[in-house]
């Protein structure tokens, strides 16, 4: 009877044993399943890649390109700068305002001094050191005022000339189309008591052709009770669209 129990107990550890193996063997099968699906997926998509490496290539080249293009922006950018971005800007449209007012400087000729009306106002001081000068176009036509007035407090043989202050040059042309002003801030004295003055009732202003001094001249009356001119210490500013902070003071 204990013979007999023996073996049964020997059978069921052997049926034991061999459903451990074959369980054992089943994960190990499953897990190579697993290891061979996990290697086929790359070898998948490298075999699709491979399928499509025309696309990839030309993909490939065209990100490429866009790369070079990109360095190439960056590049003008880097130029410019994009923290200069701003004065690249303005670089750029002051470029582009002188080209446009070259244009159209191009285009209208020279402002003779039939077409402009030329008058005078004191500045808004006591006593009176500056004055402005206004030119408006009367002629009908864009014409381009040059330069700056040119200015005689006397007769014009043996009035001292009127030298121009250059920070007051505007820096595109000064191009007026039909009844459009222009104006040119003027010192006429430097408002000391003692200075060497001469009161004027009238002067004279020429204006600039293409090669010089034009031909003619206009008279301007001086505003009422005249203007006390010192000719040592007179200067002009450039005509202008307007008068400028900084630009037109002196």
Request: aromatic share 4%; glycine share 12%.
């Given at each position: 009877?204990?013979?007999?129990?023996?073996?049964?107990?020997?059978?069921?550890?052997?049926?034991?044993?061999?459903?451990?193996?074959?369980?054992?063997c089943?994960g190990?099968?499953?897990?190579?399943?697993?290891?061979?699906?996990?290697?086929?997926?790359?070898?998948?998509?490298?075999?699709?890649?491979a399928?499509?490496?025309?696309?990839?290539?030309?993909?490939?080249?065209?990100?490429?390109?866009?790369?070079?293009t990109?360095?190439?922006?960056?590049g003008?950018?880097?130029?410019?700068?994009?923290?200069?971005?701003?004065?690249?800007t303005?670089?750029?449209?002051?470029?582009?305002?002188?080209?446009?007012?070259?244009?159209?400087?191009?285009?209208?000729p020279?402002?003779?001094?039939?077409?402009?009306?030329?008058?005078v106002?004191?500045?808004?001081?006591?006593?009176?050191?500056?004055?402005?000068?206004?030119?408006?176009?009367?002629?009908?036509?864009?014409?381009?005022?040059?330069e700056?007035?040119?200015?005689?407090?006397?007769?014009?043989?043996?009035?001292?000339?009127?030298?121009?202050?250059?920070?007051?040059?505007?820096?595109?042309?000064?191009?007026?189309?039909?009844?459009?002003?222009?104006?040119?801030?003027?010192?006429?004295?430097?408002?000391?008591?003692?200075?060497?003055?001469k009161?004027?009732?009238?002067?004279?202003?020429?204006?600039?052709?293409?090669?010089?001094?034009?031909?003619?001249?206009?008279?301007?009356?001086?505003?009422?009770?005249?203007?006390?001119?010192?000719?040592?210490?007179?200067?002009?500013?450039?005509?202008?669209?307007?008068?400028?902070?900084?630009?037109?003071?002196f």
């Amino acid at each position: 009877m204990r013979h007999h129990r023996k073996n049964t107990v020997l059978a069921a550890a052997a049926v034991a044993a061999l459903s451990l193996g074959l369980t054992a063997c089943g994960g190990s099968d499953t897990g190579a399943k697993d290891a061979g699906s996990a290697s086929s997926a790359p070898q998948a998509a490298a075999d699709q890649n491979a399928a499509k490496g025309g696309a990839t290539d030309t993909t490939g080249g065209s990100t490429s390109e866009g790369s070079t293009t990109g360095a190439s922006t960056s590049g003008g950018t880097t130029a410019g700068g994009s923290t200069a971005g701003g004065k690249g800007t303005t670089a750029s449209t002051a470029s582009t305002g002188s080209a446009t007012g070259a244009k159209a400087s191009a285009k209208a000729p020279a402002c003779a001094h039939g077409d402009v009306r030329i008058t005078v106002e004191k500045a808004d001081e006591v006593p009176t050191e500056h004055v402005v000068l206004t030119a408006t176009n009367v002629s009908g036509r864009a014409c381009t005022l040059l330069e700056y007035p040119l200015l005689a407090f006397g007769p014009i043989q043996t009035a001292k000339d009127v030298p121009a202050v250059a920070k007051s040059k505007p820096a595109v042309p000064i191009v007026l189309k039909k009844g459009e002003p222009a104006y040119a801030s003027v010192r006429v004295a430097l408002g000391g008591v003692h200075e060497d003055n001469k009161v004027v009732k009238e002067f004279t202003v020429n204006l600039f052709a293409a090669d010089g001094p034009a031909e003619g001249s206009v008279v301007v009356k001086a505003p009422a009770g005249g203007l006390a001119v010192n000719e040592a210490a007179a200067k002009t500013g450039y005509w202008t669209y307007e008068l400028r902070n900084g630009a037109d003071e002196f």
